[in-house]
C-alpha cells in the first residue's frame, strides 16, 4: 500500500485478527448474582460512518463495449453510475479472470497470490498452485472482523480446481475467507440457462427450467437483493459488502431469452467499422485523450470484408447475441442499484463497477464456435459447422462464442485480448465508483494509472481500517496495491501507483513511471494448445504518458529505456513468483496433473445420490480403459432414467435406460453423437447394467471402443472414432440422474431424467491408463494438437 497521507481518517488501526477474546473489565463477581456487576460482551461494531461496499466484476468486456466508455451497446446502469460518479480510464487487470478475481480479494499482484492462471490449469510451482496462501488475507476477512456482513454472489474461480467437490476441502471456499454467505458457482464459467450452482458450500439446483423463464443473472440479482434486505432489516446500521460477480459476459454467451434479438440488424456494419465508430466516440466523450490514436489490427485477425456474405450474417448474429447478453447483465445490475436507492443505502455506499475482469475474449476462435468448450480442447473450428447453428445461437443446448474480430473491436482502441497481458487490450478495463456522500467531481474523469491489486487498499482506507499484518494466526504478506482514494475528491496530475508487472502465458509487460515494455509471446488467444520458442519473442517499449493507445514502439529510438525495464521485469518476476514462465493451454487442462482424492484407485464405488462431483475433482474416464458396473433393482413395470453421466451439453457421455433398453451415448462436443442400445431388454429384479471403455491408440483424444454388458453378458457394441481430449466442460458427474445440462437432448424437458428403479451403486475399475502424465510422450502429443 502507499505511504502517501491517506485521505480518509484511519479509525481502526489494529495489527492482528482476530481481536483478542474480551476480558470482561467491567465485570464484579461476588458470591451471588444481585451482589455482582455484569459486562457482556459487545458486538464488534463497524467504524463510524462506514460505507456499504458493493463490488460489481463483470467478465470478459472490453474498454470498447459498454456505452460508458464509448461502445455501441447500451450500459444505462454504468453509464448512471459513472455520470454521478467518477470514471477511471487507467484502470488494469491481469488479462484473466481467477488471477484477476484473485488479486481483487487480496490487493495482492496475482502470482503472490499463487493464482499465475486458472485453477483447471494450475502447476506446482509456488505463484501458480491456485491456492490463494493464508497470507494473503482477502478484504472479507478484514471487514467481517469490523463490523461487517459479507456476501458473495456468482463466479467463484478461486477454488482449487481438485478441491471443488463436496468433500472439498474447504479452505479457500468463500465462507472460509471471510464471506457469510455465498451463493453462485465454483467454476471459471457455467451454463447460463441449467448453472452449477452452490448455496455457501452445498450444490443446489436451479429453482425453475429455461423454458420456465429463468436465467442465472437474475436468479444471482434476486438473491443479493434478498439478502441485502434480510441484513438491513435486521441490522439496518450494519454495513454490508456485497460482491457481485455474475460471470457474464463469460462464454456461453447466454442472454435471456426474452431479450434475444434486440440488437438484431445493429452490427451489420462489422467489427473495423464498429472499431472506427467507438474510437469516434471514445475521443468526443474524452475517455481516450485528445491525440490517442487508433491501433492498426494486427495481420493475424482478419478483415470484415476478408469474408463472405454468409460468414458475415453468422458474425453479426454473434455480436448481437452478445450485446443482448451484455446488456441483459447491466439491468440487473440497474436493479441491485435501485433496490439499494429505495431503501435509502445508496448514498453511503462505495459502489465499484469494474467492466471486465480482462479484455474481449478472442478464445471463441476465428470464426467463432457454438461450443466453446470444443475450442478451449484445442480443436479448430469449421464454419460449415456453425452456419447451420445461426438461428439456435445462444439459446439452451448452445455453447457460443464470437469470432475474433468481435474481440478486437471490443478492445478499442488497443492492440489485442483477454490473455495477451502485454498489451492493454487484454488488461485495460472500464471502472466506474460511485459514492455521493464522500465523492467530488461527480461524471469526471480519472487517469492517474491504477490496477485491480488497488481495490483492497482502496476500500480499507475509505472504510478507515488500516492494513494487518496477521490474520488467523499467518504472517500477512504486505498488499501491492496503492490505494487510489486520493483520486475521490481531487483530480492531482501523477499516479501513485508507479510500477506494476504484468504476465499471462508467458505474454509480459512491465509498467514504470509513464512507461511501458512490453513483450507478446508466440502462442495467440484462439489457439488451444501448442508452446513457441522464447528465442523469438521481441519486446516493444511505449510512452504511455503520451500514447495512451500503445500505438507507437519506441523500441529502436530508447534501447537504454527498454534494457532497464526488461531488467525491472526480472526482478519483479523474481519477487512476486512470475517464474518459471509456460505458456502451455490445453495441456495443463489434465486433471491429473493436481493431487487428488482418486490418484492411484483402481477401483471407485458411488453411492445412490451422489450428485455434483465437478470434472475438475472427480476420477478421469476420457481416454482412459474403464468398466462401469450399477447393480440395480428393476420394477416388475420397468424402469427408466439415468444411472450416470459425466458432463452436459457441451460434451459428456450417459449410460441410462430408455423404453426398456440400456443405452450408452457418447456426446462429442454437440458436433457428433454416438450411441449403442442394448440388443436386449433390461430385465426385472435385481440385475447388473454397465460397459466397457477400451481406447484403442494411445493418444488423447483417440479412438475406442464400448461395449454394453447386462448380467456380465455383452448387449451391444460402439466404436468412437474419436474422444474428448482433456474436459468434457465445466459440468459434473451424478448417480442416478443428469444434473445441469442434458447429455441427451431427447430427455431435456424430462429435468434431469431420475431413474426410477433403485442403484445400488455406481463402480468403476480402471484397467490401463494409455496417456500416463509422467511420460514425456504425452507431453509432444499434446504439443502436437491440431
Avoid at 121 to 133: S, V
Avoid at 162 to 169: D, Q, V
Avoid at 325 to 345: I, P, S
Avoid at 662 to 668: A, G
Wanted: glycine share 10%; with cysteine; charged share 20%.
Amino acid at each position: 500500500m502507499s505511504a502517501e497521507t491517506p485521505e480518509f481518517e484511519v479509525k481502526v488501526d489494529r495489527d492482528s485478527y482476530p481481536r483478542p477474546e474480551y476480558r470482561f473489565p467491567n465485570v464484579d463477581i461476588e458470591t451471588y448474582a444481585q451482589d455482582s456487576t455484569a459486562d457482556f460482551p459487545p458486538p464488534q461494531d463497524a467504524p463510524e460512518s462506514a460505507p456499504n461496499v458493493v463490488i460489481v466484476l463483470m467478465d470478459d468486456v472490453g474498454y470498447g463495449l459498454a456505452s460508458t466508455f464509448g461502445g455501441l451497446i447500451e450500459t444505462p446502469t454504468f453509464d448512471r453510475l459513472a455520470d454521478d460518479g467518477l470514471r477511471y480510464c487507467q484502470f488494469h487487470t491481469t488479462a484473466l479472470c481467477a488471477p484477476t478475481r484473485a488479486a481483487l480479494l487480496t490487493g495482492r499482484d496475482h502470482h503472490t497470490a499463487a493464482s499465475g492462471v486458472i485453477g483447471e490449469q494450475a502447476t506446482g510451482f509456488p505463484g501458480y498452485t491456485g491456492i490463494i496462501p493464508k497470507s494473503c488475507g482477502t478484504i472479507a476477512e478484514i471487514l467481517s472482523q469490523n463490523g461487517y456482513a459479507t456476501g458473495w454472489w456468482g463466479k467463484n474461480h478461486n477454488v482449487p480446481d481438485n478441491m471443488t467437490s463436496p468433500a472439498g476441502p474447504f479452505d479457500n471456499w468463500p465462507t472460509s475467507i471471510g464471506f457469510d454467505y455465498f451463493y453462485g458457482f465454483i467454476a471459471g464459467e457455467t451454463d447460463q440457462f441449467y448453472p452449477q450452482l452452490t448455496r455457501n458450500t452445498t450444490p443446489v439446483e436451479p429453482p425453475r427450467t429455461p423454458e420456465e423463464g429463468y436465467h442465472l443473472t437474475e436468479d444471482l440479482t434476486d438473491d443479493c437483493i434478498h439478502w441485502i434486505r434480510t441484513q438491513k432489516s435486521i441490522a439496518p446500521e450494519r454495513p454490508v459488502l456485497a460482491y457481485f460477480a455474475p460471470g457474464a459476459t463469460h462464454a456461453p454467451h447466454h442472454p435471456p431469452l426474452d431479450w434475444r434479438g434486440r440488437h438484431e440488424g445493429k452490427f451489420d456494419f462489422g467489427w473495423d467499422e464498429y472499431r472506427r465508430k467507438v474510437y469516434e466516440r471514445q475521443l468526443a466523450m474524452g475517455v481516450i485523450p485528445e491525440g490517442t490514436d487508433l491501433t492498426e489490427r494486427h495481420a493475424e485477425i482478419p478483415g470484415w470484408d476478408e469474408h463472405t456474405d454468409d460468414e458475415k450474417r453468422l458474425f453479426a448474429r454473434q455480436f448481437e447475441n452478445y450485446a443482448d447478453y451484455l446488456a441483459a447483465t447491466d439491468h440487473q445490475v440497474g436493479r441491485l442499484v435501485d433496490e439499494l436507492e429505495a431503501m435509502g443505502e445508496l448514498d453511503n455506499t462505495l459502489f465499484l463497477y469494474i467492466m471486465g475482469d480482462n479484455g474481449t475474449s478472442a478464445e471463441g476462435t476465428l470464426i467463432g464456435t457454438f461450443n466453446e468448450i470444443h475450442t478451449l480442447n484445442g480443436y479448430q473450428e469449421k464454419i460449415e459447422d456453425l452456419l447451420p447453428h445461426i438461428d439456435e445461437w445462444g439459446l439452451p443446448g448452445s455453447s457460443p462464442h464470437m469470432a475474433v474480430g468481435w474481440a478486437h473491436a471490443g478492445d478499442t482502441p488497443f492492440q489485442w485480448t483477454k490473455q495477451i497481458a502485454s498489451h492493454f487490450g487484454g488488461t485495460r478495463n472500464g471502472m466506474a465508483v460511485h459514492w455521493p456522500a464522500r465523492l467530488l467531481g461527480a461524471g469526471e474523469r480519472r487517469f492517474q494509472f491504477s490496477h485491480v491489486v488497488d481495490v483492497a487498499p482502496t476500500i480499507l482506507e475509505a472504510v478507515g481500517i488500516s492494513e494487518p499484518t496477521m490474520i488467523g494466526g499467518v504472517p500477512q504478506t504486505p498488499m501491492d496495491g496503492t490505494s487510489f482514494a486520493y483520486t475521490f475528491t481531487s483530480n492531482p496530475e501523477q499516479s501513485r501507483h508507479t510500477t506494476q508487472y504484468f504476465e499471462m502465458y508467458g505474454n509480459r509487460g512491465i509498467y514504470h513511471n509513464g512507461w511501458m515494455a512490453s513483450c507478446r509471446h508466440g502462442r495467440l488467444p484462439w489457439i488451444g494448445a501448442g508452446s513457441f520458442s522464447w528465442e523469438d519473442d521481441t519486446w516493444e517499449l511505449y510512452n504511455i504518458a503520451e500514447d495512451f493507445s500503445q500505438a507507437h514502439d519506441l523500441a529502436t529510438e530508447h534501447p537504454t529505456k527498454l534494457a532497464d525495464l526488461q531488467t525491472l521485469f526480472t526482478v519483479e518476476a523474481a519477487k512476486h513468483n512470475v517464474l518459471p514462465l509456460d505458456d502451455r493451454f490445453a495441456e495443463r487442462l489434465d486433471v491429473r496433473l493436481r493431487p487428488s482424492y482418486f490418484f492411484g484407485r483402481t477401483q471407485i464405488s458411488f453411492p445412490p445420490g451422489l450428485v455434483r462431483l465437478p470434472e475438475g475433482s472427480g476420477p478421469k474416464t476420457n481416454n482412459v480403459d474403464h468398466i462401469v458396473t450399477v447393480p440395480v433393482v428393476i420394477p416388475d413395470d420397468g424402469a427408466e432414467g439415468v444411472l450416470f453421466h459425466v458432463g452436459g451439453d457441451t460434451a459428456g457421455w450417459v449410460l441410462f435406460v430408455r423404453d426398456g433398453k440400456l443405452v450408452y451415448h457418447y456426446n462429442f462436443f454437440n458436433l457428433e453423437r454416438y450411441e449403442v442400445e442394448s440388443d436386449v431388454d433390461v430385465p426385472t429384479g435385481v440385475c447388473t447394467l454397465g460397459f466397457e471403455f477400451r481406447s484403442l491408440q494411445p493418444v488423447p483424444g483417440g479412438p475406442a471402443e464400448v461395449d454394453l454388458v447386462i448380467d456380465g453378458k455383452e448387449v451391444g457394441h460402439l466404436d468412437l472414432p474419436q474422444q474428448v481430449r482433456a474436459r468434457f466442460g465445466v459440468e459434473s458427474m451424478s448417480v442416478g440422474i443428469n444434473t445441469g445440462s442434458p447429455v441427451v437432448d431427447s430427455y431435456r424437458e424430462r429435468r434431469g431424467y431420475p431413474f426410477t428403479g433403485e442403484i445400488k451403486s455406481v463402480d468403476i475399475d480402471f484397467i490401463s491408463d494409455h496417456t500416463d502424465v509422467s511420460s514425456e510422450e504425452k507431453v509432444k502429443q499434446h504439443l502436437s494438437m491440431d
